[in-house]
């Protein structure tokens, strides 16, 4: 890498009648600690070159760096939000359809408590179809995933990864939403009086 002033830039490289006679200067400092103060030094120079118009740019490669990762975390802030407000509503169908389920076999639990099931017994086998439910749409999630994956990477172009440990943390999240919003209605479940649940 040469260096060369800037005057004799000026004079070798001619440019075309109202075209800017530089558009780009890039600087390499030796030290990155004193990436700052070289700016500054910089900055300093070229208002004074300008007469104190500030018509450039300085784009030092730290504050690049914390704009993209700013960028990022808004980024993550938003996609969660979304996701959760997806969880919560996937969780709210889950409970609906439990609810629905346990006032259509009511008469079913009436029987099963007077053949002496306990109430745990009760409960146990609602929040169980609840994480199977939940455990299905977590499957259902990750063949998509991993088949827009596979679209993205053919038509886009861009190399994409599907790692175990998203795959697991998928049904992980799953299974916490079906015992989450399952709860309530294996305990409504559970606690039905036996002869209220025979004559339903």
């Given at each position: 890498?040469?260096?060369?002033?800037?005057t004799?830039?000026?004079?070798?490289?001619?440019?075309?009648?109202?075209?800017?006679?530089?558009?780009?200067?890039?600087?390499?400092?030796?030290?990155?600690?004193?990436?700052?103060?070289?700016?500054?030094?910089?900055?300093?120079?070229?208002?004074?070159?300008?007469?104190g118009?500030?018509?450039?740019?300085?784009?030092?490669?730290?504050?690049?760096?914390?704009?993209?990762?700013?960028?990022?975390?808004?980024?993550?802030?938003?996609?969660?939000?979304?996701?959760?407000?997806s969880?919560?509503?996937?969780?709210?169908?889950?409970?609906?359809?439990?609810?629905?389920?346990?006032?259509e076999?009511?008469?079913?639990?009436?029987?099963?408590?007077?053949?002496?099931?306990?109430?745990?017994?009760i409960?146990?086998?609602?929040?169980?179809?609840?994480?199977?439910?939940?455990?299905?749409?977590?499957?259902?999630?990750?063949?998509?995933?991993?088949s827009?994956?596979?679209?993205?990477?053919?038509?886009?172009?861009?190399?994409?990864?599907?790692?175990?440990?998203?795959?697991?943390?998928?049904?992980?999240?799953?299974?916490?939403?079906?015992?989450?919003?399952?709860?309530?209605?294996?305990?409504?479940?559970?606690?039905?009086?036996?002869?209220?649940?025979?004559?339903?």
């Amino acid at each position: 890498m040469r260096n060369i002033p800037l005057t004799t830039v000026l004079q070798r490289f001619k440019w075309e009648p109202g075209e800017p006679e530089l558009t780009r200067i890039t600087i390499k400092v030796g030290n990155p600690e004193q990436l700052q103060e070289a700016s500054d030094i910089i900055r300093n120079i070229l208002k004074r070159r300008h007469r104190g118009v500030d018509d450039f740019k300085i784009a030092i490669p730290e504050e690049l760096m914390r704009q993209s990762q700013r960028t990022q975390q808004i980024f993550n802030i938003v996609v969660g939000c979304i996701a959760g407000i997806s969880l919560v509503v996937g969780g709210i169908g889950i409970m609906n359809i439990m609810l629905a389920s346990v006032l259509e076999r009511t008469r079913e639990i009436g029987i099963r408590r007077a053949l002496s099931a306990r109430r745990r017994d009760i409960l146990s086998q609602v929040l169980i179809e609840a994480v199977l439910v939940s455990l299905l749409g977590g499957l259902i999630g990750v063949v998509l995933k991993y088949s827009m994956t596979k679209v993205i990477t053919l038509y886009a172009q861009w190399k994409t990864i599907v790692e175990m440990w998203t795959i697991l943390l998928c049904f992980g999240v799953a299974a916490a939403v079906g015992i989450g919003f399952g709860l309530y209605p294996a305990r409504q479940a559970a606690l039905l009086n036996p002869i209220d649940a025979l004559r339903y």
